[in-house]
């Protein structure tokens, strides 16, 4: 191990991710940051799973195996094995580009306040790039309102004991979120590296797709959870959900006005009136 460089452990949990994890893997050993472990933790995949993580174990320091529990199960666990002063998430079916880790952990010695980093973000899919997407980063004030940061990013394993570590409960997304919540609330920010340096695929049946279905109810979780702090940042948060709720009374104005609405209520007319008749 190279003395003159602080230990990063990069985490990768995976979950039926055969068509992509060699590739995370990869990305993961291919950084320039050169003191580094991976942890690769299967948190209960199929049979085709784990027979790319059987090839891929000689290339890895440590590949853990468990029944199927969650990912913030999965992060804790790989997290708990890990010697690194620095940890890096990362989801299975995305990757970095090689310079990130080196970068991150320059920003976090040359600033004692940095709780998190995170970058800009290559979003694709499987028919090719979407878009550029850009985390805010910041304060707490940042993050009760939305996530700003991905849930592939870099923080230190001291700071993820001291917030208790993911939440286990938190089986169906929202989780990093909510863990970010506590690593900046007492004064920390999360800081974006301005340059694309993650890549992140979205996938039909993901869990942030899944999560974004049962958004009221993963939200009211973080509400209670951080009833105090929500309530110190009262006014922030109203003034957030009245704007929501003002863009969305908007959308459906204008969807009202769009032609293909009218011609479909000029259908419908006659028939509803034909109904009534016969009630």
Not at 117 to 140: A, E, M, Q, W
Not at 143 to 160: P, Y
């Amino acid at each position: 191990m190279n003395k003159s460089f602080p230990l990063l452990s990069i985490v990768i949990p995976c979950y039926n991710d055969a068509q992509y994890i060699e590739q995370s893997v990869l990305s993961a050993l291919n950084q320039t940051y050169p003191c580094k472990e991976v942890i690769v933790v299967d948190d209960g995949s199929n049979a085709e799973t784990k027979t790319i993580l059987k090839k891929l174990q000689p290339k890895i320091t440590k590949l853990i195996t468990q029944e199927n529990q969650g990912q913030s199960t999965a992060r804790n666990n790989g997290i708990s094995y890990a010697k690194g002063e620095y940890i890096l998430n990362l989801d299975s079916d995305d990757f970095f580009e090689i310079t990130f880790c080196e970068k991150a952990i320059h920003k976090f010695e040359e600033d004692e306040e940095i709780a998190i980093v995170t970058c800009n973000v290559n979003r694709f899919n499987k028919s090719g790039p979407i878009d550029i997407f850009y985390p805010d980063g910041g304060l707490i004030n940042n993050f009760l309102l939305t996530n700003c940061a991905m849930g592939s990013a870099m923080f230190k394993k001291s700071d993820w004991q001291a917030a208790s570590r993911y939440d286990e409960n938190m089986r169906k997304g929202f989780e990093d979120w909510e863990f970010y919540i506590r690593l900046v609330k007492k004064g920390k920010t999360a800081y974006v590296i301005p340059e694309l340096l993650f890549n992140y695929r979205l996938k039909e049946n993901s869990t942030t797709t899944k999560a974004n279905k049962i958004k009221w109810e993963l939200l009211e979780y973080i509400y209670i959870k951080h009833r105090e702090l929500y309530i110190t940042h009262f006014d922030l948060l109203i003034k957030h959900l009245l704007s929501k709720i003002d863009r969305e009374e908007k959308e459906k104005i204008k969807n009202t006005e769009r032609i293909e609405f009218r011609i479909g209520k000029a259908v419908l007319k006659p028939i509803r009136w034909i109904k009534a008749i016969f009630k």
